[in-house]
Structures are given as C-alpha cells and as structure tokens.
C-alpha cells in the first residue's frame, strides 16, 4: 500500500510539472495570440515558432519544456535513486500532462521536449537511438513529422531486441530484465498518440499525390 501511494504521488507530481503549458502562455504574454486556435493548435516548440516567426520564443519553449521533462525525474533521482518504477512513472507522466494539460482545456504539446529532457535523465542513449532514427528519416523525407513519427515506433523495438544494453547503461537499478523496454514503449505510445492527426495528413497526402502521377 505504501509503494502505491508513493508511485502515485510521484505521478502526480510529475504530471502538474508537465502541465505547464509553456508555448500557450510565452506566446499570449509576448504576442497576445491564443496558440490553441493558431496555426497547427498544438502547444509546443514547432507551433509557437511558427505561429510567432520568432527563434528567440521558439528557442526558449524548447529549453524550458526540455528542463520541464527532466526536473521529476532528475527529483526522484535524487531523492530515490534505486526506485527505477518511480523514474519510469516521472517520465511516462511528465509527458502526459504535457501532452493533456488540464489549465488549457486538456489540450497540450505532442511530448517530444519533454520527453527527451526526461529520457536524458533516465536514460540518454534512448535519446540518441531516437534522434538517429529522426535523421535517417527526416533524410528520406525532408518531412518533420515523419521523422517524428518513425523514431517513436522504431526506437522501442530496438530497445526491445537489445535490452541488455539499455540496462546497463540506465540510471536506476532495473526491477526486471524488460523493465526498460515497458518505459520506452509506454513513453513512445504516449508521443505517438499525439502524431495520429499528422500520421493522416502524410497518408492522404501521399495518396493524393500517387492519384496525381
């Protein structure tokens, strides 16, 4: 009973730090815009920049929702360092309450700043599987999205197939030999949510453009 209580208090904790929906509010103090009816309605890094064509907002979401990921987890590091599924709550919902904040209308961002501040906390070479996984596929597409889309269901299979690797090298003592697989494909599930609605437009679009050859 204790340790649920304390996963729970830890997920929630975690989830009010994701909450803050920090494009939504840079981009009403500095341009006066509501980012939930502009552009793509997303609240994150790629909308605010485009929305505003300001890198200085831009640049400064992105490092506030990267420290907004990591500052649980780093927490629970810190005050708990040998609880592994209390790290894995953290980073699982930190992201979703990013992604699903309730101060903006349970709207929020797609999760990838600060699931990535928060996978460098926990484990960084996640990090670096999904970030080359973006660049071989934003290469073949020189589409965003797409990128986005194929490291967040690549990256966990791979983590899958080489779990003795990501054990070793992850920051908190693993309860199980699957342990860190479970977090990552959860994590990726969670991101990948938030990509359905870009998913669609690269299907349509391609078929559009298969119609038009």
């Given amino acids: 009973m204790h340790q649920i209580i304390h996963i729970t ?11 803050f929906p920090t494009a939504y509010v840079i981009v009403r103090r500095r341009r006066g815009k509501d980012l939930r009816n502009e552009g793509s309605g997303n609240i994150g890094t790629l909308n605010a920049y485009e929305v505003t064509r300001s890198r200085r907002i831009g640049i400064f979401v992105l490092l506030v929702d990267l420290f ?3 500052l649980p987890v780093l927490l629970v590091s810190i005050l708990f360092p040998d609880d592994f599924i209390g790290a894995g709550a953290a980073l699982c919902c930190v992201v979703l309450g990013h992604n699903y904040s309730p101060w903006i209308g349970w709207k929020g961002g797609r999760g990838l700043a600060p699931a990535a501040g928060a996978t460098l906390a926990f484990n ?3 990090l670096a599987l999904w970030g080359l ?3 071989a596929a934003f290469w073949k ?3 965003v999205h797409f990128g986005n889309i194929a490291a967040t269901v690549l990256a966990p299979f791979v983590v899958l197939l080489v779990q003795p690797v990501f054990a070793a ?9 699957y342990s860190v697989s479970i977090v990552f494909f959860i994590l990726s599930g969670l991101v990948f949510l938030k990509h359905l609605g870009p998913l669609q437009q690269l299907i349509a679009t391609n078929r559009q453009k298969n119609r038009d050859r």
């Fill in 124 to 126: 960084p070479l996640f």
């Fill in 133 to 135: 996984f973006w660049l």
């Fill in 9 to 19: 208090l830890i997920a929630l904790a975690a989830f009010l730090v994701g909450s």
């Fill in 141 to 143: 597409s020189r589409d």
């Fill in 68 to 70: 907004k990921g990591a």
């Fill in 169 to 177: 090298t992850s920051f908190f003592p693993l309860p199980s030999y």
